[in-house]
């Protein structure tokens, strides 16, 4: 099981951090990634990290703003977001995959989603 937390209001400008606990399984050899959705739009990829090796990728529309991290100690995963926009509002989800992809249903652990708001 996968849980979201973090999320908030935030003025632009600002900085929050999302985690995403995991449960009940380690993932090694595993992908995990942060999506987000806005209203009345579809479910975006943001970042996603190897378990194993760390290697991450992101979305253009957030590189050099985010950084996604994992702890493997804690079974945790990170988004750190500096320099909010109001169009970075949105859902976020955590996921997890067997798959290093960036497409939704290539990952079949979801977590249950954390709220972000950015005011401007």
């Known amino acids: 099981q996968l849980q979201a937390y973090g999320g908030g209001l935030v003025q632009a400008g600002g900085s929050l951090r999302l985690s995403c606990a995991a449960s009940?399984?380690?993932?090694?050899?595993?992908?995990m990634a942060w999506f987000r959705q806005a209203p009345e739009k579809e479910r975006e990829f943001v970042a996603r990290?190897?378990?194993?090796?760390?290697?991450?990728l992101y979305a253009d529309s957030v590189k050099g703003r985010f950084t996604i991290s994992r702890d493997s100690a804690k079974n945790t995963m990170y988004l750190q977001m500096n320099s909010l926009k109001p169009e970075d509002t949105a859902v976020y989800y955590c996921?997890?995959?067997?798959?290093?992809?960036?497409?939704?249903?290539?990952?079949?652990?979801w977590g249950q989603g954390t709220q972000l708001t950015v005011s401007s």
């Open positions: 990290i190897t378990w194993n090796f760390g290697t991450t």
């Open positions: 009940g399984r380690t993932f090694t050899n595993w992908a």
């Open positions: 996921a997890a995959g067997p798959r290093a992809s960036t497409v939704p249903r290539d990952f079949g652990s």
